[in-house]
């Protein structure tokens, strides 16, 4: 499941591309979803150690 988390932050990354989006303070850092704001940067750095911690396993490089 660590892929399908990198695939989703990868897509919310690119969502604050999307031209229009709402700007907090003059970044475009945060997406609004209802009541809760969501910072896909965050996502990202979890995603991330997830993912290259199963690669590493998987090849050998660590022992889980």
């Given amino acids: 499941w660590s892929r399908q988390l990198l695939w989703l932050t990868w897509a919310l990354l690119a969502v604050l591309l999307v031209p229009g989006m709402p700007r907090q303070h003059g970044?475009?850092?945060?997406?609004?979803?209802?009541?809760?704001?969501?910072?896909?940067?965050?996502?990202?750095?979890?995603?991330?150690?997830l993912f290259v911690t199963r690669y590493a396993i998987r090849k050998g490089i660590i022992k889980a």
């Fill in 27 to 49: 970044a475009a850092r945060w997406i609004d979803v209802g009541p809760v704001h969501i910072q896909p940067a965050e996502i990202a750095k979890l995603a991330i150690i």
